[in-house]
């Protein structure tokens, strides 16, 4: 008889909860139920991620070293070099935060690495069959999945403006012209075909099998950049992750070209540095505000560079950091987090941007909008070499400690991604708060808004003492333009824990 897997995850839908439960129930390692729960919220959470888009995946394994696996977006060979005004795209302005411009359209589409990291990983440490493994993610193409209300609420904001001008899109997410609701079970047409054949193929059947040929024609035909060379050249990378030591615990940061990690890191090794030893509530909100408004100077003096090794050693060297926090100034994704009873954990954040607004017809598979992005474009759009992987915010996190406690933790959020893990590990390891209350606390995100840093706080920040640097702008509640916190893991005594972030939907599993 299969001794079912105990587990923790916390994700952002309760479907998508459902799938690692189904892995768990027949014994499947936390590889096994983390890349089945990831497989089927590329149709769960479809705006939020898509076998289109990309995913990083950090993973520690017990008397193992962590390790990242990249999946990120990569530049095609005929895109280098293009001049941004002759490509195929359209401008739109999202009504998110303070609005976001992006370019989407055919044009915009990049390589997609998510469906190679997957596999990498199962093919890596994995324990059960590729077909056991995609079986949930074909229960819901089969059986549909209900429409929660994250991506209720970003359909809402995107629907009108990314998704509706192609046919196919429309398809998806206007059935029947209807958008699609909270609440509402939906299904994606030709996606379960899709998914059948990759379970028989594997990513063969998506980067130069049946699936690539569909994609390479679309894009294309329709004045963009990806070919089947493209996809059949793209393969996940294995990295070693960035190693910070804090509070008794070794972190293991997302490394370049990601800059995610190396923000992360350059804000916490400071913190830690200039943190007073009885400092006030309020004076930890300035000092972390400040950091934060550190970290555009960060973005903006070094990404122009490119991010390698020798530049993410200097950004966790103290001494060179404070020359910017004493200085004055004038993207959608999805994580979970996954840990089991033997101390294993993976941390998982996955993106298709903010969307192309293309649906591959004959597949059903959404595609990013990465080449679009101007965050994700820091030196210029079409200016990284042919197969080179894009900027990414995106930094999942693992962390041990030598009483045996193990985490997995990460949010959704582009440029809030590293501010929410920032404040999120803080209130965790610092502050002494649990899972639920480190994911629960309120939440502030520096931003500059027309040329003036705003510290944009949910209710209960003390920010009595940042007026002098920032202009404030409240927020009534909790807002899920803070990100979204997720974390699972295993304490010293080996009892699970899991918290999923209510900001979005939010789902949890403890067995």
Aim: aromatic share 8%; with cysteine.
């Amino acid at each position: 008889m299969v001794k079912p897997t105990r587990v923790a995850i916390a994700a952002d839908s309760p479907d998508t909860i459902l799938a690692g439960s189904m892995l768990a129930e027949q014994g499947g390692n936390v590889v096994d139920i983390a890349v089945a729960t990831a497989l089927a919220a590329a149709h769960t959470e479809i705006l939020m991620c898509s076998l289109g888009g990309s995913a990083f995946i950090n993973l520690k394994l017990p008397g193992q070293d962590a390790e990242i696996i990249d999946g990120g977006d990569a530049m095609p060979n005929s895109a280098v070099g293009l001049r941004a005004e002759d490509a195929s795209w359209r401008q739109a302005r999202i009504p998110y935060g303070d609005g976001i411009t992006v370019n989407v359209g055919h044009g915009s589409v990049a390589i997609p690495g998510m469906l190679s990291a997957l596999e990498t990983a199962w093919q890596r440490h994995g324990s059960l069959p590729w077909r056991e493994i995609v079986a949930p993610a074909i229960h819901f193409a089969r059986e549909g999945a209900t429409v929660n209300q994250t991506l209720a609420a970003w359909l809402d904001l995107t629907g009108e403006i990314v998704f509706s001008a192609q046919p196919h899109s429309r398809d998806c997410f206007f059935p029947g012209g209807n958008m699609l609701r909270a609440g509402d079970c939906f299904t994606v047409p030709d996606y379960l075909a899709s998914l059948e054949l990759i379970a028989e193929e594997g990513a063969r059947a998506f980067y130069a099998g049946d699936i690539s040929m569909l994609i390479a024609r679309e894009v294309r035909d329709n004045g963009g950049h990806v070919s089947r060379d493209d996809l059949a050249g793209y393969t996940a990378s294995v990295r070693k992750p960035i190693l910070l030591d804090s509070a008794g615990y070794s972190l293991a940061l997302n490394p370049p070209p990601s800059i995610g990690g190396a923000m992360l890191g350059s804000m916490l090794s400071l913190y830690q540095a200039e943190l007073p030893g009885n400092a006030s509530e309020a004076e930890k909100v300035l000092l972390k505000s400040r950091i934060q408004r550190m970290l555009f100077s960060l973005r903006h003096d070094e990404s122009a560079a490119g991010w390698s090794a020798d530049s993410v050693s200097k950004l966790l060297e103290v001494d060179w950091l404070r020359q910017y926090l004493h200085k004055l100034f004038s993207p959608t994704t999805n994580h979970m987090s996954f840990a089991t009873a033997d101390g294993a954990v993976v941390s998982i954040t996955m993106s298709m941007g903010y969307g192309a607004g293309v649906t591959i017809p004959g597949t059903g598979i959404t595609c990013n909008n990465t080449l679009g992005e101007p965050e994700l474009n820091p030196q210029g759009f079409f200016q990284i070499p042919a197969g080179g992987k894009f900027v990414s915010n995106m930094s999942p996190v693992t962390a041990c400690n030598c009483a045996g406690s193990s985490i997995a933790m990460g949010s959704p959020g582009a440029s809030r991604i590293a501010t929410c893990l920032f404040q999120g590990w803080i209130n965790f390891a610092f502050e002494d708060m649990n899972a639920k209350q480190a994911t629960r606390a309120p939440r502030f995100h520096v931003e500059n808004i027309d040329d003036v840093f705003t510290l944009q706080h949910e209710p209960g920040i003390d920010t009595s003492l940042a007026t002098e640097l920032f202009r404030l702008r409240p927020f009534t509640e909790p807002d899920m333009y803070f990100g979204a916190l997720n974390i699972a893991g295993r304490d010293a005594s080996g009892e699970l824990f899991v918290s999923a972030d209510s900001r979005r939907h939010g789902a949890e599993l403890l067995r």
